[in-house]
């Protein structure tokens, strides 16, 4: 789920109550593609037995752009502008989002 | 207001001084930033009874401009403790320049202090990230400006031995400066070896963590020849912002600096091509590229080459971060106000070995947050009036 504006049909993330320069307060909750775009991406490097892990930007197709993970993957093999999809993981009972590379566009 | 309601050349920066560089063990944060003050105040013939304008943040103090003025006995008149990270001192300045102009005031201090090696060895910072990015464990700050590296890297070709060109240009700079806290050779090849944090950064592509103290004295121009024999005057101020957290950065290889740079050129009347000497807040090698294409040096996604074959380091074409910079010199935290010292020095012309050529301009510009806030000032000398 996301936010988008009645008014302006924009979306908005991270959740608030109001859309940003209008201060429209007319958010509602709608169904998120889960579809998105690597803007950025960074791998923070552990010193062993802690694995490295990646942090990205992904450009949602909604238009907002969140901070993630992109699983399923080596965290050096996530590649700027690798079409990616969103699903839930549970981690330290924390759920939350992160995103895996779409199946055939690794080439 | 009108873009020329800055009062360009009203004020000048008549002192400055900076103290426990590098390691200061034994005193709190407060301590380093009043010795620093009462240096630079020393210098201004003042004491801090003189003082009716007062700014100042330390790292962990939300209220610090009142713990420093009863630290001093003083019951200032304009008080600031604004709170743009390490942009914080140049957002000072430019509205201790208001202030003193209108005659809110007549002596600002602007003061920091750290002494987060010797307390913490760690980075402090002020901010906690969201809960929309701490699930993802960025290593903040580092992580916020890889990912700015990262996009630059892609959309521009910049290289990582570009980003090292920084590093090395700074070293050169700390190895003509006694106060610098890293000093000795530094090759690219050393940086691309070194032990990567977080891509594509190296620890050499990040800035020091240290201990240290800056303090400047401003007043109005008519009497800035009373404290210093050379004063360096601000001709212009602006600053500008995008962001908080790095997620919410419109575009990550294009900062608010191209406005706050926009802004204080415009109050000052001059251009990039103007100025003699840069003094930009280098947390990590990406931001000197940024900075530079952002403040005019060289076109939009030209940094990384801008500054191969030590174009930046000493005896290049462009003099950027003469103090060895927060990469060499120290990085208390809040590195902004060193840039405002050391802008000051080589306009005053008392910068010793790494002392530039004639210079009559010097750019000092802060960053603050993860790429978030831009502050940018512009001194000259008494011919640039």
Known sequence: ?107 | MSIQAFPRGATAFVAGATFGMGEAPGFDSMDLAVHASLKALDKAGLTPADVDGLFVALPSDMMSQLTMAQYFGIQPSVMSNNRTGGSSFQTYAHMAALALAAGECDVALIAYGSNQRTASGKLISSTKPSIYQAPYKPMLPISAYALAASRHMHQYGTTREQLAEVAVAARKWANLNPDAFMHGALTIEDCLKARMISDPFTKNDCCLVTDGAAAVVMTRADRAKDHASRPAYLLGAGSATTHMEIASMPDLTVTAAVESGRRAYAHAGVGPKDIDVVEIYDAFTINTILFLEDLGFCPKGEGGRFVEGGAIAPGGKLAVNTNGGGLSCVHPGMYGLFTIVEAMEQVMGIAGDRQAKDVNLALSHGNGGTLSSQATLILGSEATL
């Open chain 1, 1 to 107: 789920m996301i936010q988008r504006s009645r008014s302006s049909g924009n979306h908005v993330f991270y959740p608030r109550v109001a859309e940003p320069r209008t201060g429209s307060r007319d958010l509602e909750w709608v169904e998120a593609s889960g579809d998105g775009v690597v803007y950025a991406v960074t791998v923070v490097h552990k010193r062993p037995p802690e694995k490295d892990y990646n942090v990205v930007l992904v450009d949602l197709a909604e238009g907002p752009r969140m901070m993630s993970r992109v699983d399923g993957i080596a965290p050096d093999a996530v590649k700027i502008g690798m079409p990616v999809k969103a699903g839930i993981v549970t981690e330290d009972g924390r759920s939350f989002v992160v995103f895996t590379p779409v199946t055939g566009a690794l080439a």
